[in-house]
């Protein structure tokens, strides 16, 4: 409801922005896009009676407090759409802006009087006072050559040039570069968005224990021992080396081989049980070497163009000094315990939750972030957080906040494998990428399904997902026992569906598969013991993913998760997606069964590259095998012994 | 983004409202009611972690500053409804309230572990202190209750008791009743919601010229004659009879018969041309009568139950006073002319516009204002506004405030028949009820669509749709030189179709059906000159209509527009809808076709209204007769010739 005492300028405004898109909950969180990204921006926009309306977009970027336009076009139905581009990281922001544009009513409805040969006399006397008031936005020769035909418009000796220049594209130009915008309608609230680099949206992960990076069964792995390690994640292509946690582990409590609620004497314990005599979250495990190892080792992996990730556990073991130092952090019980972590069905004996409604939040939340800036200070840009949804998101969104406040580039992955509008809104309140329910997502249906909730809804605007096939924490049920097709199979799919992936390995890449009986689990699992991997062996199967990475690498289509389309095929069996970025043109078909040959048809996405009635020359980039496709329909085989999937180049033939 | 500048409150709110529905365009007008409706309200609601949350709804009216409570319940995936009914007209307002319910999860968990066998010594300790916070906020019997349970829980010797206790729908009850909320998230912004009369959602119009309200031809009408005229509409069973102005007409540039540019002497013009020497918009036209005239006649129609609704059309005749006394309210082009009035493609050369951008903009708002005051101080609660698409929103925005802030029951009807998102704008800023596309919806997928969106979209909150067959402006094609069939079918969906509608008579009730050749017009029609109208003989067709607005009266189900379920038809121009509210079962079949007899088979919406294997008593309320439906299909058979379609009242057989 308004009244006389808003504002003149707003009473006067005739414009109607309405709808603007995208804003997510209407503009309370950015929204997330990488540098060079385009951001489409729709909204409706009218006005009242029959007068032109125009519109732009607004945007600017960090601290500028000048805006930049981008045009906007009408689609129909009062539609507007138009673009711009994110240029540099930090925050950009964007709003609508709208007018009445009474220069190109007037243009428009002269032209109509002119080409039924109506009298326009009055109109070109309004036309020469139009021209005046543009040419006061002009200088130079555009003012003058305005002023110019404003004359020309007012000299009735000179009608015949008049009217020619009342419908000239010259005319309708200066009215669009010169726009006089009275009352304009900016549409609020503007909308944010979070620009980062572009490892925020293309990044390939290797998770391993490094305390199983040791050359000889017995001994615990140390950062040095990464070495080896390292030079393999480089050799595959990962981009991004990410560590469960390396601190102190707790003796209290502490889980045993296979997750057996009493350790032996000898067992390492699980690293998410935090804390020690030794040392809490700030502390490196001391038989994994020193924080000067732990930071020569970040220092290596940078130099090779690898990021590690710190895994981000905020709970404790019973033996963490935070239990006795402040003991105010934790929820005690009648009988003077604490009820151990659980995320259920799983439970979590060796470990505490904090209690973030403690009367004493604000010393626990200081010093959980003192734990994520200790660790980012010393050149840490990546963290894994572990469960987010096990505290409260409005921690998260402040702690997030403050982190990149300080630095910037911070990278946080949501590990929360919970229920779907949890998931999102903790992708909406920050993190930067979000695990995602791929996992569990087999048949040709569920992958579209899901991908086109992914890619076709909201979400796209700022939960980016992460494409998982297994963690530690995770065997799925269609990899137990399996060999390496099927393997492959979801390893690809991972690579190629979503930009950034991961993978845990090496069990992955070695291609163990044995689960513990009945659970989604690792039988063996590198939680509860040490293990000993060959680093050196170049396997099939390694080549394989080693190609997927390089295949990402040349392919820019594939450093894009929300350009996909799905082709149709005539198999169950075969899925088959095109991605398209500039010239990156990629079309992937996945034979879906790891146990027999399937073949049958794909029908090229024509309506997505525009190549009807052209032959395509078709590339598949894993075998370098060339063919040439001349229709729409076009037969494929795969044979998951060899490969499961074609991952296509094409290029038109003209 | 949030920091600890926040207060503490939400910083400790672990609960989330996401997505409160409905509020359209995040909560910036209110949604619309009539007193008795019930508010639906839907909710995303959930914490982190696994405790337990919880939900109400917090309403209240006017300016009641306590919130009264309606519970919700969870319906899967996090989404939560509840509703609650508003009492009173006036400004209604609602919310969202969400917690972390600790007492509640600390029953379900004790209850799980007591079925299990679980040991359960520390929870009744827990339990005993919980049952201590809740009653310290219940009295008398149940605090005392509470308070005894927390003894049996601490007594060891009374475990027996205690187990049972802990598990009782009683402790379920206390821990609803009495709700412990420790950092509820209360969901911002509010949502308003206008709670009007009845009359807002249920009005049934007939709309006449008063100066065709004489005997005889030659005769100018008055609002004196206008008596045979009000006891016709009594008799018919309309309750808002709409008068075109009744201003003085000006007298240049006035339109001739059939919209002819030029007026014989003697014409009258068109009402809409209002203002001449004699008055403006607060005048009334001396050949009416005089506004005690007018004043009497809508004094004598309130005593009769039905309202006389007035035309406000803000623009100009050429000899309107303000032309002389106000130049600055309209544009003056260079040639000293101002531009006369269009709506593309009909011309009003005998109307001016208002210049709504005129440095004097606020002195004109304000004039506009006081005519719409002057009648309304004067008695008249509804106003048609005639092309309100031609002025700004804004000024609509505040014209209606300003309005309703002094006569609360004032109703505006919106007459912009033009693109979707300019009506539902309209309607949004605070137009009561709206003109629709209805005039051009005939066939069945048509009409099905067309009420799917008014109903099932975003529309149905604020967008009241108001159905006519014709208007002054309007002689549909589809009713061109047709006769009582077509008629009949129009105004029968228009009158069970929408719970507000209207028809332009007595050309509609007369059966007048010829156009303006090539036009959506009537031949010779009102605009242009006075008719006289035989307003007693009671045709059969007069008959249908008055029985139409009979079954409208005594059936609840038609005086609502967002309760329908179309039906199931094996046949393309049979059309079939139900509606229920209450007791009041209606099901309506349409036969679409106004030249044959059609017949076919109707499916009873068992899903709409729980009937499965009963036996359904079905009586037509146009003829009484009676059937009896077994099956889930049923035959029906229309001819146009006697009634175009059965209006079914369907009572469940047990």
């Given at each position: 409801m308004c009244t006389f005492d808003t504002k003149k300028d707003a009473m006067q405004n005739r414009a109607i922005v309405e709808h603007m898109q995208p804003q997510p909950e209407g503009g309370a969180y950015p929204i997330k896009r990488v540098v060079k990204d385009w951001v489409t921006v729709t909204a409706d926009v009218f006005g009242?009676?029959?007068?032109?309306?125009?519109?732009?977009?607004?945007?600017?970027?960090?601290?500028?407090?000048?805006?930049?336009?981008?045009?906007?076009?009408?689609?129909?139905?009062?539609?507007?759409?138009?673009?711009?581009?994110?240029?540099?990281?930090?925050?950009?922001?964007?709003?609508?802006?709208?007018?009445?544009?009474?220069?190109?009513?007037?243009?428009?409805?002269?032209?109509?009087?002119?080409?039924?040969?109506?009298?326009?006399?009055?109109?070109?006397?309004?036309g020469a006072d139009w021209l005046d008031a543009?040419?006061?936005?002009?200088?130079?020769?555009?003012?003058?050559?305005?002023?110019?035909?404003?004359?020309?418009?007012?000299?009735?000796?000179?009608?015949?040039?008049?009217?020619?220049?009342?419908?000239?594209?010259?005319?309708?130009?200066?009215?669009?570069?010169?726009?006089?915008?009275?009352?304009?309608?900016?549409?609020?609230?503007m909308q944010a968005v979070r620009v980062e680099d572009a490892k925020a949206s293309f990044s390939s992960w290797y998770e391993f224990f490094p305390r199983s990076a040791a050359k000889h069964p017995g001994q615990h792995g140390t950062f040095k021992d990464c070495a080896r390690a390292l030079s393999f994640?480089?050799?595959?292509?990962?981009?991004?080396?990410?560590?469960?946690?390396?601190?102190?582990?707790?003796?209290?409590?502490?889980?045993?081989?296979?997750?057996?609620?009493?350790?032996?004497?000898?067992?390492?314990?699980?690293?998410?049980?935090?804390?020690?005599?030794?040392?809490?979250?700030?502390?490196?495990?001391?038989?994994?070497?020193?924080?000067?190892?732990?930071?020569?080792?970040?220092?290596?992996?940078?130099?090779?163009?690898?990021?590690?990730?710190?895994?981000?556990?905020?709970?404790?073991?019973?033996?963490?000094?935070?239990?006795?130092?402040?003991?105010?952090?934790?929820?005690?019980?009648?009988?003077?315990?604490?009820q151990y972590a659980e995320n259920p069905p799983k439970k979590y004996q060796d470990v505490l939750p904090f209690h973030f409604e403690t009367h004493a939040w604000k010393s626990l939340w200081e010093e959980l972030k003192s734990i994520v800036l200790y660790w980012a200070d010393r050149g840490i840009r990546i963290f894994r957080v572990d469960n987010p949804h096990t505290k409260p998101f409005v921690f998260w969104e402040w702690l997030i906040a403050e982190v990149q406040r300080k630095h910037p580039r911070t990278i946080f992955l949501s590990e929360a494998f919970t229920r779907p509008k949890i998931m999102a809104r903790l992708a909406r309140i920050g993190f930067t990428q979000s695990y995602t329910y791929f996992t569990w997502r087999n048949h040709k249906q569920e992958i579209i399904q899901y991908m086109e909730e992914l890619t076709k809804s909201e979400l796209r605007e700022y939960f980016r997902p992460n494409f998982w096939p297994n963690t530690p924490d995770i065997l799925p049920y269609n990899l137990q026992n399996q060999g390496q097709a099927a393997c492959a199979i979801r390893i690809a799919l991972a690579a190629t569906l979503s930009s950034n992936y991961g993978m845990y390995g090496p069990v992955y890449d070695l291609l163990e598969t044995k689960p513990y009986p009945g659970k989604e689990e690792y039988w063996d699992s590198e939680k509860y013991e040490i293990r000993v991997w060959d680093w050196e062996t170049q396997t099939p199967f390694r080549r394989f993913i080693k190609g997927l990475n390089c295949i990402r690498k040349t392919q820019p289509a594939l450093q894009d998760t929300y350009n996909i389309t799905f082709c149709e095929t005539d198999q169950e069996m075969l899925l088959a997606y095109y991605k398209q970025t500039g010239e990156s043109r990629v079309l992937v078909v996945m034979n879906l069964d790891p146990h027999y040959m399937q073949s049958g048809h794909v029908r090229l996405p024509y309506g997505a590259f525009n190549f009807e009635g052209r032959s395509v020359e078709v590339k598949d980039l894993i075998t370098e095998e060339m063919y040439r496709w001349g229709g729409e329909w076009n037969y494929v085989e795969l044979n998951p012994e060899r490969y499961p999937c074609h991952i296509f180049s094409l290029q038109p033939i003209s």
């Amino acid at each position: 409801m308004c009244t006389f005492d808003t504002k003149k300028d707003a009473m006067q405004n005739r414009a109607i922005v309405e709808h603007m898109q995208p804003q997510p909950e209407g503009g309370a969180y950015p929204i997330k896009r990488v540098v060079k990204d385009w951001v489409t921006v729709t909204a409706d926009v009218f006005g009242d009676g029959h007068d032109e309306v125009n519109a732009v977009i607004l945007y600017r970027f960090g601290k500028q407090k000048k805006w930049k336009e981008a045009p906007m076009r009408a689609l129909g139905n009062d539609a507007w759409q138009g673009a711009f581009q994110v240029e540099e990281e930090g925050m950009a922001y964007f709003t609508v802006l709208a007018w009445v544009d009474h220069p190109l009513d007037w243009y428009l409805g002269i032209g109509k009087k002119i080409a039924a040969g109506v009298e326009v006399e009055v109109e070109l006397q309004m036309g020469a006072d139009w021209l005046d008031a543009l040419s006061k936005k002009a200088k130079g020769p555009a003012a003058k050559a305005m002023t110019e035909a404003a004359e020309v418009f007012r000299n009735a000796n000179r009608r015949a040039e008049a009217i020619e220049l009342a419908v000239s594209s010259e005319l309708l130009h200066w009215i669009h570069a010169y726009p006089l915008r009275e009352n304009p309608t900016q549409h609020e609230p503007m909308q944010a968005v979070r620009v980062e680099d572009a490892k925020a949206s293309f990044s390939s992960w290797y998770e391993f224990f490094p305390r199983s990076a040791a050359k000889h069964p017995g001994q615990h792995g140390t950062f040095k021992d990464c070495a080896r390690a390292l030079s393999f994640v480089k050799e595959m292509g990962f981009d991004v080396l990410y560590f469960p946690p390396i601190h102190p582990i707790g003796t209290q409590h502490r889980k045993g081989k296979n997750n057996s609620t009493e350790a032996q004497s000898g067992e390492p314990g699980s690293p998410w049980a935090i804390g020690s005599s030794l040392g809490g979250h700030k502390a490196v495990h001391p038989e994994l070497g020193t924080e000067a190892d732990f930071l020569n080792l970040v220092e290596k992996a940078k130099s090779m163009e690898i990021d590690v990730a710190m895994d981000i556990a905020f709970q404790a073991s019973q033996d963490h000094p935070y239990v006795k130092e402040h003991p105010e952090w934790f929820k005690w019980r009648p009988d003077g315990t604490v009820q151990y972590a659980e995320n259920p069905p799983k439970k979590y004996q060796d470990v505490l939750p904090f209690h973030f409604e403690t009367h004493a939040w604000k010393s626990l939340w200081e010093e959980l972030k003192s734990i994520v800036l200790y660790w980012a200070d010393r050149g840490i840009r990546i963290f894994r957080v572990d469960n987010p949804h096990t505290k409260p998101f409005v921690f998260w969104e402040w702690l997030i906040a403050e982190v990149q406040r300080k630095h910037p580039r911070t990278i946080f992955l949501s590990e929360a494998f919970t229920r779907p509008k949890i998931m999102a809104r903790l992708a909406r309140i920050g993190f930067t990428q979000s695990y995602t329910y791929f996992t569990w997502r087999n048949h040709k249906q569920e992958i579209i399904q899901y991908m086109e909730e992914l890619t076709k809804s909201e979400l796209r605007e700022y939960f980016r997902p992460n494409f998982w096939p297994n963690t530690p924490d995770i065997l799925p049920y269609n990899l137990q026992n399996q060999g390496q097709a099927a393997c492959a199979i979801r390893i690809a799919l991972a690579a190629t569906l979503s930009s950034n992936y991961g993978m845990y390995g090496p069990v992955y890449d070695l291609l163990e598969t044995k689960p513990y009986p009945g659970k989604e689990e690792y039988w063996d699992s590198e939680k509860y013991e040490i293990r000993v991997w060959d680093w050196e062996t170049q396997t099939p199967f390694r080549r394989f993913i080693k190609g997927l990475n390089c295949i990402r690498k040349t392919q820019p289509a594939l450093q894009d998760t929300y350009n996909i389309t799905f082709c149709e095929t005539d198999q169950e069996m075969l899925l088959a997606y095109y991605k398209q970025t500039g010239e990156s043109r990629v079309l992937v078909v996945m034979n879906l069964d790891p146990h027999y040959m399937q073949s049958g048809h794909v029908r090229l996405p024509y309506g997505a590259f525009n190549f009807e009635g052209r032959s395509v020359e078709v590339k598949d980039l894993i075998t370098e095998e060339m063919y040439r496709w001349g229709g729409e329909w076009n037969y494929v085989e795969l044979n998951p012994e060899r490969y499961p999937c074609h991952i296509f180049s094409l290029q038109p033939i003209s």
